[in-house]
């Protein structure tokens, strides 16, 4: 089976332009995280969603926003960035009530110029 | 306050010999997970083991063991007969269950380690 699957690889945008990333879960997962990771640190969560909805948000500011769609692949786009949204940003996807479990996409690496 | 704690920048260890990372973590909440993620330079993280707050055993997959003590407060990874290809940045991570449905995990700041031939 295929594993969570991001695009693009990497991004190179300029400040205060607008990004999208995306998400693919692995196949029967329906709940799926976003991380940002800066360069020399762990990942910090972002969001998570589940059937759609938004059920946890991280400490990022509004111009960070998300949606999950019904196959369950998802959205993250950030907007007005900033040079210090550089970053590998990482998706997870979990199964179902799954507690113990949560994998993670190869990441998408974004510089803002 | 850091929830999650690893103290070891680098950690460099001979081929073939067993190392241990060092995690600590804090949390009042009595159900939690620990994770341990390998990240190569490729970026992506591979989970490599887990051990549930609950669990009477410490958890063990191939190479790879979790030395958990619950009073301590430590979840280190122990990787025996270390190979080159183990050089990577280790993450030690908790998720408790007053995060509720979220899945949010606490990553701790990485330990980089070298495997020498």
């Known amino acids: 089976d295929a594993g969570v699957t991001q695009s693009p690889t990497h991004l190179i945008k300029t400040r205060g332009q607008q990004v999208t990333l995306r998400c693919s879960p692995i196949?029967?997962?329906?709940?799926v995280s976003w991380y940002q990771q800066v360069l020399g640190q762990g990942p910090q969560f972002i969001f998570q969603y589940y059937e759609k909805e938004e059920r946890g948000r991280g400490n990022f500011p509004d111009r960070f926003s998300a949606r999950q769609f019904p196959n369950y692949s998802s959205e993250l786009n950030v907007n007005a960035l900033l040079l210090g949204d550089s970053a590998l940003y990482l998706c997870?996807?979990?199964?179902?009530?799954?507690?113990?479990?949560?994998?993670f996409g190869p990441g998408t690496r974004l510089t803002v110029l | 306050a850091q929830k999650i704690t690893q103290t070891q920048p680098g950690m460099f260890v001979q081929e073939k010999e067993a190392v241990t990372l060092d995690c600590t973590y804090d949390t009042s909440d009595p159900s939690y997970g620990l994770f341990w993620y390998k990240q190569p330079s490729s970026g992506e993280m591979i989970f490599l083991i887990y051990q549930g707050s609950y669990d009477q055993q410490n958890a063990t997959e191939g190479r790879y063991s979790l030395n958990f003590q619950k009073a301590r407060k430590s979840a280190n990874l122990v990787i025996s007969a270390s190979q080159l290809g183990d050089s990577a940045m280790y993450f030690c991570?908790?998720?408790?269950?007053?995060?509720?449905?979220?899945?949010?995990?606490?990553f701790g700041q990485g330990t980089t380690l070298q495997v020498k031939p």
């Open positions: 997870a996807s979990s199964p179902e009530g799954s507690f113990s479990e949560q994998f």
């Open positions: 991570a908790m998720r408790e269950a007053t995060s509720g449905n979220t899945g949010k995990l606490i």
């Open positions: 196949s029967g997962h329906k709940s």
